[in-house]
């Protein structure tokens, strides 16, 4: 297959007519118009093969995370998605897989009223990058330097599923339901909820304590989290409490949103898990000084064993 | 190097106070404001070792090309570029090598007013992906689509050089000089002059005959070249004239800018040479039909050995 045919069959398979396009696919760039009174948020992520998903991922399903972690980052911003590029290195030209990469890429970009609107194919080893574009009002954006003393701190879904799910692989254990790593719900809907509400905000792709430390260190503040409280997912429920805690704090690729509530808009939790049909979890709070501190439900310390992580190694 | 440790030499190396950054490197993504009457344009392109570049090509120069080969996408829409994206995969951390990296990076965005907000770093084969980001004028974009019969077909720089360069290099022979093919010069400055005078443009990236083909397609037209007219670089000067052509219609990386202009605009010219000191060539004009005709200067049909190629191979 040829280079623009390749770029036309995914652009056949993507391409819907988009809110603000100008200028699609087909062209040196794409011409966009970012609605007055609005800013443009820009997120890029490159996922390589054996890094980022696992060796035997399914294209579609490779298709569906390349997106999804980047709308994750514009969600962590408040964004609303508007539109993406897509940069695709192949080993070699396959038809069949590119068909079903790109049903994956768009069924995630449909719901969320993504446009696919440029992009390029090259070959080399399996590796895809997108940078996701969206918009949000003008000074709404939701930072990582935000947060305040007193702000309660929630976690959206289920914590430390994929971590899990991902050791068992790599341990060599088949899983049936691999669904919280290979196909992360970006929290989208919820990342726009928040804006005039929430004060900071990041997506949990390193790992709870790391991400969160980036708040931390962003807003020049400390957190104590109660482990206790930490949302679990139906693969952690057999563990025993002190390994679940360790997949929870430093396994990362779950891609829900944590953020930081003033206390004062607590009430707005039930309202969003009502409409987002959403679990909302209270997890801690920001205090004065620096770092985390975990404790249990009866205030014992829990220091985790990996203190978090960056991916799966020093450079990922 | 831990991933923080080498986005963080990348931001400090690379970051400047930019035009319209609300929020640059270090949140889950960058926030931009697109000024009123503006459109934003969006281009994005991957280089891989030995495919886009050699794989001896010292890291300054693979910098230096990463960002060239989207700023020129841009000027090939006449948009003013802005801002930028970029994902690096390394196979190993290595301090060095992206010191040297960043260096060429960020002395081609000084050069253009393009601030780095935003990026990853990731492990893997090595791999580069930049998105530039820009704004043009609304309603004044350039497009491929645009040529009308009786424009003159008009080249920025020379032609072909950059081919001639790498064939050199494939065939083991060394080559003092590599700027063509290590450094191309992105006509910013250019494509943003010829917006309200040029009617189509594009950058030449695939060789001559392919790119403008792009155009005539967009366009439904066809076009007539006069070889002889082709602007020579010193790497074709000695070569027997049918083997200078076949390079100049065929070979790729240029990143010289192809437009055409109105006969009516004709004087403007003269006006952007001076201006920006650069070689502008008329090499044929559009007319009625579909194709391309390439001619000598005595009327005599040319054909070209290769047709016009997709940069290295079949899928690139």
Not at 77 to 87: C, D, H, K
Not at 133 to 139: E, I
Not at 258 to 285: C, H, Y
Request: with cysteine; net charge negative.
């Amino acid at each position: 297959m040829r280079e623009f045919e390749l770029i036309r069959q995914i652009q056949q398979e993507s391409s819907v007519p988009g809110e603000g396009v100008k200028l699609g696919i087909g062209d040196d760039a794409a011409i966009l118009e970012v609605p007055r009174g609005k800013c443009l948020v820009a997120a890029t992520d490159t996922l390589n093969a054996g890094k980022h998903f696992p060796d035997d991922a399914e294209a579609f399903d490779i298709g569906h995370k390349s997106l999804a972690v980047n709308l994750s980052d514009l969600a962590a911003m408040g964004a609303a998605p508007r539109w993406a590029l897509l940069s695709l290195s192949l080993p070699e030209p396959d038809s069949k897989w590119v068909r079903s990469f790109t049903a994956g890429f768009r069924s995630l970009a449909q719901v969320h009223n993504v446009v696919l609107v440029g992009g390029d194919t090259t070959r080399g080893p399996l590796s895809i990058n997108v940078t996701a574009l969206g918009v949000v009002d003008a000074g709404k954006g939701l930072l990582r330097s935000d947060a305040q003393v007193g702000d309660l701190i929630v976690v959206s879904g289920t914590i430390g599923g994929a971590a899990r799910v991902l050791d068992l692989l790599q341990s060599g254990t088949s899983v049936r339901d691999r669904e919280l790593l290979d196909r992360p719900q970006p929290r989208v809907r919820l990342g726009q909820a928040l804006t005039g509400y929430a004060n900071a905000c990041i997506d949990l792709s390193d790992g709870l304590l790391a991400d969160l430390g980036h708040i931390l260190e962003a807003s020049d503040c400390a957190a104590q989290i109660d482990v206790s409280t930490l949302p679990v997912p139906k693969e952690l429920q057999n563990l025993e409490e002190h390994e679940r805690w360790n997949y929870q704090l430093a396994g990362g690729d779950d891609y829900e949103l944590l953020f930081t509530l003033p206390a004062k808009n607590k009430g707005m939790l039930d309202q969003w898990r009502e409409q987002l049909n959403l679990n909302l979890t209270v997890i801690g709070q920001i205090e004065e000084g620096e770092g985390v501190q975990c404790h249990t439900a009866d205030g014992e310390i829990f220091k985790p064993v990996r203190p978090g992580f960056e991916h799966f190694s020093d450079l990922d």
